[in-house]
Structures are given as C-alpha cells and as structure tokens.
C-alpha cells in the first residue's frame, strides 16, 4: 500500500513537472529544441500569413544563429502554409522594403500589434486572407553581399 502511494506521488511529480517547462513536440525542431527557420536564398517565395519584426535575440523560440541575434532588427515571415518554416531575413536591403511594405499594409487596413517578450517589443502584421507573396532574386553575376531584388505580389 505504502509502495504505491510512493509511486503514485512520484508518478505525479513528474507529470507536473514536464507541464510546465514543456516544448513542442511537433513542428520542425533542430537538435537544440528550438523551432527551425528558413533562410532567404535565390529565388526564394513566401506568402506571407504575418510578418514579425524586432531585434534578433528576442525570437529565442526559434533557432537563430548567433550572427543574427547580434545584428540588430531581423524578421520573420511566417508562411500562409501553417506547417511550413517562417522565413529568417537579416539583410538590411530587404529588411528597409519589407518595413516600408508593412507601413503601406497597416494604412491599408492590415491588424498590427505590438508582442511584448521577455525585455523588449515584436511588431506584428497578420494577414487574415490573401497575405502577399515575397519573392527573392539575385542577378546571376551578384557577388556574396550584393542586395536582394524583392518582387511582391
């Protein structure tokens, strides 16, 4: 009797303890636990479901690397296809047009709001239908840092 009442009370503790610090089982995980993320390459296209701005060490579920919690502002674009990967942008050519788009989308009506997290702020726009289409492209003779051409749709 003893023996279960001591087995039970471990059995709880652990089920309690797993709530509260647990992270997601499903989605894209890298091997640290953190969500995975897509980078911009040639020729890359998202449609965009909401886009996320803010420094880069304040998206710590995601899996950054260290350059680019480092960098300053970096952004997310989260993909209309919810099981897909939001989008990492770092460079600052796309990061100007992309700020710019999103001023255009909150005068014409987009909902924007602002994430608290941890010591700072993450502006947000979400789109609730017909999110834009990113497409990035570099010309074929671009060096390594060369901007992006940023085409939406």
Do not use: H
């Not at 996320?52 to 304040?58: E, S, T």
């Not at 970096?74 to 100007?96: H, Y």
């Not at 709001?113 to 497409?135: D, H, R, S």
Request: glycine residues 8%; hydrophobic residues 45%; contains cysteine.
């Amino acid at each position: 009797m003893i023996e279960n009442i001591v087995i039970m009370s471990i059995a709880m503790a652990l089920l309690g303890a797993t709530k509260k610090g647990k992270m997601p089982v499903f989605g894209q995980m890298t091997l640290t636990g953190e969500k995975a993320v897509d980078w911009v390459k040639n020729e890359s296209r998202i449609t965009a479901r909401k886009i996320q701005m803010g420094a880069g060490p304040l998206f710590q579920e995601f899996n950054l690397p260290e350059w680019a919690k480092e960098k300053g502002i970096v952004a997310l674009i989260f993909p209309a296809d919810e099981w897909g990967n939001p989008m990492l942008v770092t460079q600052k050519s796309i990061l100007r047009i992309l700020e710019a788009k999103c001023c255009e989308f909150e005068a014409a009506g987009a909902a924007v709001n602002i994430l608290k997290v941890q010591a700072g702020q993450l502006a947000e726009i979400v789109f609730e239908e017909n999110g834009p289409t990113f497409e990035f492209i570099r010309p074929k003779n671009a060096k390594q840092f060369d901007p992006y051409k940023v085409i939406i749709d």
